[in-house]
């Protein structure tokens, strides 16, 4: 039952997460944040997408989402701050 709220949890964090919406209109909803980063080699590295084409010019932000089992939003803008891709982890 807990993992199943979580779950639920989760995808209603992930949905608010839509293309085209400013960052900051969300991120207090998705839970707590964990990091922001906008230097491409840091995104590769930490960030789940490892293309770099995509990863230029973008920024990079991690909510802390559910617990347990413990889950974050992984958060792409463009350098404006306009959500372009968003997904999650295990942690």
Known sequence: ????????EL???LALAKPGI???EISEQLGTPMGEL???E????RGSIKDASFCK??????????TPPCRAIEVYTDTNGIIVYATWKQL
């Open 1 to 8: 039952m807990i993992e199943l709220r979580s779950s639920n």
């Open 11 to 13: 995808l209603c964090k």
């Open 22 to 24: 400013h960052i900051s």
């Open 38 to 40: 906008n230097d491409i």
């Open 42 to 45: 840091d995104i590769l590295e």
């Open 57 to 66: 010019g973008k920024k990079w932000f991690m909510f802390y989402a559910t």
